[in-house]
C-alpha cells in the first residue's frame, strides 16, 4: 500500500550486519545488546479507524501517554483503500498508569484541525514537565479549485498545509496552540494562501543540555542546490519561537525526509534520516558544533524508516525503525553512547509477523529501570491498523 501522507508523499513532494530475531521471552542471544523481548502489546485498536504514527513519553509520576493519528478505517465505508490523507483524521491520545499493562478505553482529543487533517503527532517533553507536540496538516478542495493553485503540494484534492505544534502544561489533559513556526528559508511549497508552508516534518526533536529545542525539519528550498534536504531549527523559548541554524543534508541525487534528532553526552547532535532514491538506506548527519553546522551525511549502512532513538541507563543507544521489506515488522540495533556503531551493532527483529508494508514508525520511552517500550503502529493481514508495542527487558 501507498503511503500518502508525508511518509510518502514527501519524497515525491521534493523531487516534484547480521539479523538476531528475538522471540517472545526467549532470552537475547550474545551480541543482540543485552534486550531480551517481554511480551507485544495492543495499546488501541478500533476496527472503525485507521490509527497510526505513535509517539510516547512518560510523565515524572510514571504515566505513559501515547499520541497517535486517527481517521476513519475508510474500507468500512465502501472505498477501495485506506490513504494516508483524510479530512477527518484527528491527534488522539491515551494513557497508562501501570506501566503499559492497560490504557485508557476512550482515548482523548488533541487537536482537530480547524482546515483540514492532521499527521504524525511527535511528542517531546521538557524539563520543566511540559509536553510539545509536532503535527502538520492537508487540506482537502474542490479539486478545480486545487488546480488553480500555484506553487502548492497536492495530492489528489488535498492541499499540504506545513507544520504546528501545540503544547500542554497538565499532563496532556489540554492543550494550547496552535504555533506555527516559520518556513524554512526559500520555501517553495505554497499552502492554500499562496503562503510558504510553515516548516515541516514527523520525528523527534531533543532539548539539548543547554535548555534550547533542536528540530530537524524537511524542506524544498530555492536556497540549497541539488535535491532538497533538511534543515535545523532552534527554539530558545520552549518551542514559542524558531530560528533557523543551518542546513543538515542535502544530495543531488538523495532524498532525506523524516528525522529525529538525538543528543550524545558529549554533546553531538546526531539526525537519523530517511532517505528516498537511496534503497532506504538509513543515513545520519552529526553537528559537534551545537547545532551550528552538520557535516556530510553519511550511509549508515542498513535498510528501515523512521527512527527513534532512546538513551539507556547506562548511556547505550536504543535505535528502533520500522522495516517495510518483507518480512515486515519492526527492528533496532543497541548503539554505543556516540552512535559511532551504526553499522556493525547487530540488528535484532523486534517484529516480524507484520501483514504488509504499512506499519511502523516506532518510538520509545524506558518504563522503569531495566525495561524499556517501543511504541508502533502495526496491522495483520492487511487488516485495521492500529496502535502496537513492545515491552523490553533491557539487561
Known sequence: MRRNSLAFVLPILLMTGAVRPIHQGQAAETGSGGIRKVEDLVIYKDGQFYSSFPSIVRRPNGELLVAFRRAPERRLLGEHSITHT????????????????????TPELIYANPLGGSQDPCMVQLRDGSILCS???????????AARLNGAFRHGGFVF?????????????????????????????????????????????????????????????????????????????GGDTWAYS???????????????????????????MRTDGFDDHTTVARSTDHGKSFQRWE????????????????????????????????????????CGNLASAPEIVL???????????PWATMVSK??????????????????????LAID
Open 86 to 105: 483524510d479530512p477527518n483524521s484527528y491527534l488522539m491520545l491515551v494513557r497508562s498508569r501501570d506501566g503499559g499493562k492497560s490504557w485508557s478505553r
Open 135 to 145: 503535527s502538520y496538516g492537508w487540506a482537502l478542495l474542490q479539486a478545480d479549485a
Open 161 to 237: 498545509l506545513g507544520g504546528y505544534l501545540v503544547r500542554s502544561r497538565d499532563g496532556g489533559h489540554s492543550w494550547q496552540g496552535p504555533i506555527f513556526p516559520p518556513p524554512t528559508p526559500g520555501e517553495t511549497v505554497r499552502g492554500p494562501h499562496g503562503q510558504p508552508v510553515p516548516a515541516y516534518n514527523r520525528g523527534a526533536m531533543c532539548q539539548g543540555r543547554d535548555g534550547r529545542l533542536y528540530w530537524v525539519v524537511a524542506s524544498k528550498t530555492s536556497t540549497v542546490p541539488g535535491m532538497p534536504g533538511t534543515h535545523l531549527l532552534i527554539s530558545s523559548d
Open 246 to 272: 543551518c542546513l543538515v543534508a542535502a544530495d543531488e541525487k538523495v532524498t532525506f525526509s523524516e528525522t529525529s534528532l538525538y543528543e550524545t553526552p558529549k554533546g553531538t547532535l546526531v539526525a537519523f
Open 299 to 338: 550511509d549508515a549502512g542498513f535498510q528501515g524508516h523512521p527512527h527513534y532513538a532512546l538513551r539507556l541507563p547506562d548511556q547505550r543507544v536504543l535505535l528502533v525503525y520500522g522495516y517495510r521489506h518483507p518480512p515486515f515488522g519492526i527492528r533496532a540495533r543497541v548503539l554505543d553512547a556516540e
Open 351 to 361: 517484529r516480524d509477523d507484520g501483514g504488509s508494508g504499512d506499519l511502523g514508525y
Open 370 to 391: 531495566h525495561r524499556a517500550l517501543v511504541v508502533y503502529y502495526f496491522n495483520t493481514g492487511d487488516g485495521t491498523r492500529h496502535i502496537a508495542g513492545t515491552l
